[in-house]
């Protein structure tokens, strides 16, 4: 489990990263292509979430699991009870 802690640690960061992009924006090359990748990390995670909705009913405060397979995907996911 300690791989998956930093890997939710590692994407916390980058939504934070694209978060003071969008304040802040970067130099020319990177606001771009950082705006391009938050925005496909947030279609694929949409789209997770709608795959797996049953599985986040049956969770306690769905709602919170919701918003974090938003920001960390299938790596929440893979650390929820199947119930």
């Given amino acids: 489990m300690p791989v998956l802690i930093f890997a939710k640690g590692a994407l916390a960061a980058f939504w934070l990263l694209a978060l003071l992009n969008l304040l ?34 049956g969770q306690p405060q769905p709602w919170l699991q919701r918003v974090q397979v938003l920001l960390f995907g299938f790596i929440h996911l893979r650390g929820l009870a199947r119930v």
């Fill in 24 to 57: 802040y924006p970067m130099g020319e090359g990177w606001y771009l292509a950082v705006n391009l990748i938050a925005g496909g990390m947030l279609l694929a995670h949409l789209g997770e979430l709608l795959l797996f909705k049953a599985r986040l009913v």
